[in-house]
């Protein structure tokens, strides 16, 4: 029997030897061409929010205003769909701000019309979920030359780099004409087929280096922000990405506070534990156990024999 | 403990005494390991039982805004709240005089119709569509259905009757139907789950 | 128990007794795990993974359980039920969610080290081959519960990875499309495939613990196997279970359970995947399929067979896949040396060695972007795994000339762990001193 599998691990062996041969030669006689978004890739920029590591805490009144900037630039295209509004009380607004947020959003929630049965709208209540700018796929596409702009509630955990991901992209657009990367390889020059298309835009943060998104902050100052702080692009992009690292884990704060707690006892209980072992193991290894008369388990029985005959003699 | 494997490790040499307190030491800290580790067991149930509590969006669903404008005197309307049936009915003066004129001796529930609305409203009376004996949808709150011997409501179910303040006159519920929190938002629009 | 200095049960109290005699429970648990299980008194640390791993196999079915409390399977819903309902609004659903979720990627990390435990002590061999085989039965409907489990949330790569595992199946010929169809119920992986992986992820970790309990009592007839994989022989080879195994178990497990904890709330998606973040769009494929990581090395294996030879390479892959767990099956007559321990086979060591750094290189493979050096080492890899256990095993042990046993357990611990046996990683030294207890 050693023998036949001996021959199929041969096999197997042999035919993946013909693949490494067929691998290199292909390799070596028609080498691939390096892709455009292989070369001018570029990975995300730093971003340092309140919420990164172990013990980040979200920074409310950062998330206002990317709640801002969402509401007034984003949410024209792009929808949210896993947040109530209710969910916003985590931002810090209260119950009746929600209200009025809910109320006054600019799409309404599909509802009937109570006497006719047809389909109608009605004023967003707190315990709804965001409604989305386009009613289905079909809707987003046509509105936007065929393309899906993605829902936004789990963008940070959806994409590689998170939050940093994001506010690269929104500050990466730039002039594909003569556009260089840190090597000083012109795009254009050696890769005319990254040429833009008429309907995309240039953003090298952007995996295919093109993308459908027409850069959505342009001017500081495009949103006014209720606490005052200046609304410079940058700042704007930093506080969206800030509030979409919110809407995709909310449960940050409970989660790292719960982290640490529950680490701080399990190292306690180890270290209990592992005293205890230990204390059991001490002489565990080198006590030679014997028995019969020897063994303690034995003599402690007769030494309680013992004292119960001198109790009741 | 003494039957326990623990005592292998005792050695050979030590004397009654020294093997007595030698025991005491040894278990304090095998019983603060133990101990430490079961209230960690015990904490670890918390999520495991709190998540079978209501929902975020289960309790969020907690108020419910319903539109009275076109409820006639003598009709009624059934809503829905938390999931559950709510009966509104705009009470006729005569249904009104009926309710006040029952000695409240001779109630299961002693409840006055004032008890049961709200003051300067006691035409509208709002309560839970739910019979109080096993839960199911007591008939009487659409035309023609049938409303028992006491004109209110009557259940099909065990024959629980309910008069027109919606309080148990015969049968066997033991409560009336209950009267949730509400708020009268405007004269023509009530918040049910309001607190008033 | 085979041994015959193991204690019985003697019942502690009048309430165990009247229990003990109408359903002999307590007597099983104490000749199981209590003071009534002798067990060899030098294990090392790769022992106590078994445990771990029952740990994590309760984890994931309580976690699991109260989960399924508020999943939906509908193909339109079990996204928005995972991520809106359980992630948002289900009292503490978050950290059920990451715990389940975790959990099985540590389920799996504790498996893999309790495997190469038994790869190199040989616990494989006699007595101990059935339960090895039952051991890997476990594995197989672990790979098989975590697969679906995966598919569950509906992300992007829940329904690819459903596509990809499935079209496995269409390389066999003739049969192959059929039963792809049969298993997804449909053409393409969609509600019936989602509401059956649900009904069969509930059931199989329930076969699962049966087939454990079937691996416990199969090892339990021999004994458990020790680091020298020299046979226990009379009493001063031993310790009861309770209170030293118990004592070791319960503090590596809080130490483990610490390391599963600061992932699982520190850093609770690092061992995913962001694709499944997104919603299961059929028509757009991700730019990279992968699998979870510990399906890795068998994802490199799969791919590594480019070329048609006879077959098809595509099915090469597939049975290569598939070949590579079912050939551990064949291992206790693959390998034959009559000493077990991997410290006394000084050339069964190296080669040892060689295929833990093969697996791992496997994984990177599996997990990274395709090129073409990357697919070369793979294939080197692969190769390698396979040559390993048909060919190169089989002529080791025969050949090789293992270092001299010790004659018995109590005399290498009397004499110093360190001095007679080599545990893994370690070289062997031979100071003759009376070593601090090595542990």
């Known amino acids: 029997m050693r023998f036949i599998l001996g021959f199929i691990g041969a096999v197997f062996a042999g035919v993946l030897l013909i693949s490494l041969i067929g691998n290199l030669s292909t390799y070596f006689s028609n080498p691939p061409a390096p892709l455009a978004s292989d070369v001018f890739h570029k990975e995300p920029k730093e971003l340092h929010l309140t919420s990164d590591g172990p013990f980040g805490k979200f920074d409310k009144r950062q998330l206002q205003r990317g709640f801002q900037v969402y509401s007034e630039v984003c949410s024209a295209c792009h929808s949210l769909k896993l947040v109530s509004f209710r969910d916003l009380k985590g931002l810090g607004y209260n119950d009746a701000e929600i209200k009025k947020i809910a109320s006054d959003w600019k799409v309404q929630a599909p509802s009937i019309n109570p006497d006719t049965g047809e389909p109608a709208t009605r004023k967003p209540l707190p315990s709804d979920t965001i409604p989305p700018p386009f009613a289905n796929e079909v809707a987003a596409r046509a509105a936007n030359n065929n393309a899906l702009p993605p829902d936004l509630s789990l963008i940070t955990k959806a994409r590689e ?51 459908a998104m027409p850069p959505p902050l342009t001017t500081n100052g495009q949103v006014t922000y209720a606490d005052g702080t200046p609304a410079t692009v940058d700042q704007m992009a930093k506080d969206v990405a800030a509030f979409l690292a919110w809407t995709a884990q909310p449960d940050l704060e409970n989660r790292h506070a719960a982290g640490l707690s529950i680490t701080l006892f399990l190292l306690i209980a180890t270290i209990l534990g592992y005293l205890a072992y230990r204390q059991i193991w001490h002489e565990a290894k080198r006590a030679v156990r014997v028995t019969g008369a020897l063994d303690p388990q034995n003599q402690a029985k007769s030494r309680k024999a013992k004292a119960k005959q001198n109790v009741a003699g | 403990m003494a039957t326990k494997a623990g005592s292998a490790e005792v050695p050979q040499t030590a004397g009654p005494n020294g093997e007595e307190e030698g025991f005491r030491r040894r278990d304090y800290l095998k019983v603060a390991a133990v101990s430490f580790a079961g209230v960690g067991g015990v904490a670890a149930l918390a999520p495991l039982l709190v998540q079978m509590a209501p929902s975020a969006d289960v309790l969020a669903m907690a108020t419910t805004e319903v539109d009275i404008s076109k409820i006639q005197p003598g009709q009624g309307i059934k809503a829905q709240w938390r999931k559950q049936p709510v009966f509104i009915r705009n009470l006729t003066p005569k249904e009104i005089q009926e309710a006040n004129a029952v000695p409240l001796s001779s109630l299961r529930d002693p409840q006055t119709l004032a008890e049961r609305t709200k003051p300067g409203k006691t035409n509208w009376l709002i309560t839970l569509g739910v019979c109080t004996h096993l839960g199911c949808v007591p008939l009487g709150i659409s035309e023609g259905e049938n409303r028992g011997p ?9 024959g629980s009757m309910y008069d027109t303040a919606a309080r148990i006159r015969q049968g066997p519920a033991p409560k009336n139907l209950m009267v949730p929190d509400y708020q009268f938002t405007t004269p023509t629009t009530v918040t049910i789950g309001a607190k008033g | ?154 992300g992007q790569m829940s329904y690819w990875g459903a596509q990809v595992i499935t079209g496995f199946f269409s390389a066999f010929p003739i049969v192959g499309e059929p039963l792809r169809i049969w298993l997804l119920g449909g053409y393409a992986p969609d509600q019936a495939a989602l ?10 970790p329930f076969v699962i613990a049966g087939v454990v309990i079937l691996h416990i009592w199969a090892l339990h007839i021999p004994g458990s196997g020790n680091p020298t994989g020299v046979d226990v022989k009379d009493e001063r080879d031993t310790l009861p279970f309770h209170p030293f195994y118990t004592a070791k178990d319960g503090w590596f497990a809080g130490a483990f359970l610490l390391f599963y904890c600061v992932v699982t709330f520190f850093a609770p998606n690092y061992l995913g995947h962001p694709d499944n973040y997104i919603p299961a769009n059929p028509l757009a494929t991700p730019a990279h399929i992968v699998p979870e990581w510990y399906f890795w090395p068998f994802y490199a294996i799969l791919r590594s067979f480019t070329v048609d030879f006879i077959l098809p390479a595509k099915l090469w892959g597939v049975l290569a896949m598939f070949g590579s767990i079912l050939l551990l099956f064949f291992l206790p007559w693959l390998d034959k040396s009559p000493v077990r321990s991997g410290s006394y086979r000084p050339m069964f060591k190296r080669f040892f060695w060689l295929l833990v750094i093969d697996v791992l290189i496997l994984g990177y493979i599996g997990g990274a972007p395709i090129n073409w050096w990357r697919t070369a080492l793979g294939q080197a890899a692969a190769a390698y795994y396979f040559l390993h256990f048909l060919v190169i095993l089989p002529i080791v042990s025969a050949f090789e000339a293992p270092d001299p046993l010790p004659s018995s357990i109590s005399e290498s611990v009397l004499h110093g762990e360190a001095a007679e046996a080599a545990p893994m990683g370690q070289k062997s030294k031979r100071t003759g001193s009376v070593a601090t207890a090595a542990e």
């Open chain 1, 161 to 211: 780099g998170g939050p940093a991901y994001v506010y690269s992209l929104l500050t990466g657009f730039t002039n594909q004409a003569g556009y260089r990367n840190e090597k000083g390889v012109e795009l254009l020059k050696n890769f005319p087929e990254a040429k833009t298309p008429p309907n995309l835009h240039f953003n090298p943060y952007f995996a295919n280096l093109n993308i």
């Open chain 2, 150 to 158: 006491y004109g209110g409501y009557f259940c099909p179910c065990h």
């Open chain 3, 195 to 204: 509401t059956r992986f649900f009904s069969l992820h509930y059931l199989l």
């Open chain 3, 1 to 154: 128990m085979s041994f015959s200095w193991a204690r019985p049960y003697e019942p502690k109290s009048k309430f165990m007794q009247w229990l003990d005699e109408r359903l002999p429970l307590p007597r099983l648990v104490y000749g199981a795990v209590g003071g009534g299980y002798p067990v060899p008194r030098n294990l090392n640390f790769f022992w106590n993974f078994g445990v771990l791993a029952g740990i994590f196999l309760t984890i994931q079915i309580v976690t699991g359980i109260v989960l399924a409390m508020h999943f939906t399977a509908s193909t339109d819903e079990a996204f928005t039920s995972v991520n809106q309902l359980i992630m948002r609004d289900v009292n503490a659903g978050w950290l059920l969610r990451y715990a389940h979720m975790n959990g099985a990627s540590f389920f799996f990390i504790v498996t893999y080290i309790h495997i190469f435990r038994g790869l190199y002590y040989g616990s494989y061999k006699a007595p101990r081959e059935l339960v090895w085989m039952l051991g890997l039965v476990i594995y197989l409907l672990m790979m098989a519960t975590a697969f679906m489990g995966y598919v569950l949330p509906w």
